[in-house]
């Protein structure tokens, strides 16, 4: 079954201080892996997006990391901003996108 | 980057009557939309994937009589509420996929829905 786990639920950290989100996936045949922000009440924003040959790749002060062979993802946030307050969503397409499975996401806190 | 665009982005109808959301990708032609609603503090649950010119794919458990799907055109896809209930209230978020956005799926703003 495709299926994308996101850990933790939730997560509360200081200004300033780095973090990093877990995503794993089931999806396959794998296809891509994206990492989304929303914002309370708005739509999801895309951060990155990872096909099977990338290992990392960055977006300012999100970096992404992708192993494909334990399938698994991080998104890392470096020196957390305020703004950054946030559910982060992972989602994984199979080849041919007949399917992109949503992860329940993890919502970020970032206190002053 | 491709915008979508979704409108209106609050709206408040009463109990019984029906409501049109429309969701429009501004700079690209999209060939699949999906229609999702998310209750607040949850995650996105996706409702039904469009293509252009063909019947929505409804997912188990949405009802496509009460949740009525258009995708006419390469630019335009609307979701019908229809004999709206209070329980429909939630926030409606469309995303679009199409030439020339690569593998990136593009999300609208979302639309609040408050059925009174």
């Known amino acids: 079954k495709n299926q994308v786990e996101q850990s933790p639920q939730s997560l509360i950290i200081l200004e300033g201080k780095n973090c990093t989100l877990q995503?794993?996936?089931?999806?396959?045949?794998?296809?891509?892996l994206r990492w989304y922000k929303q914002d309370t009440g708005r739509g999801p924003v895309s951060l990155t997006i990872?096909?099977?040959?990338?290992n990392t790749k960055s977006n300012g002060r999100y970096t992404a990391t992708l192993d494909a062979d334990t399938k698994q993802s991080s998104l890392h946030i470096t020196a957390s901003q305020l703004s950054d307050s946030a559910s982060y969503i992972c989602?994984?397409?199979?080849?041919?996108?007949?399917?992109?499975?949503f992860g329940k996401g993890t919502r970020l806190h970032i206190l002053p | 980057g491709a915008v979508v665009s979704q409108h209106p982005s609050r709206v408040i109808c009463k109990s019984g009557t029906s409501v049109k959301i429309e969701c429009r990708s501004l700079?690209?032609?999209?060939?699949?939309m999906f229609w999702y609603r998310q209750f607040p503090k949850q995650s996105l649950m996706l409702m039904a994937t469009?293509?252009?010119?063909?019947?929505?794919?409804?997912e188990q458990g949405v009802e496509k009589d009460k949740f009525l799907i258009n995708h006419a055109s390469l630019t335009l896809s609307t979701l019908t509420v229809t004999s709206a209930h209070p329980e429909d209230s939630s926030f409606y978020i469309c995303?679009?996929?199409?030439?020339?956005?690569?593998?990136?799926?593009?999300f609208g703003e979302g639309s609040w829905l408050t059925v009174v």
């Open positions: 469009s293509n252009e010119g063909s019947k929505a794919t409804y």
């Open positions: 989602v994984v397409s199979a080849i041919g996108d007949d399917k992109i499975i």
């Open positions: 995303s679009a996929r199409g030439q020339g956005t690569g593998n990136t799926i593009y």
């Open positions: 990872m096909t099977f040959s990338e």
């Open positions: 700079d690209f032609q999209a060939t699949t």
């Open positions: 995503c794993n996936y089931t999806v396959s045949p794998f296809s891509n």
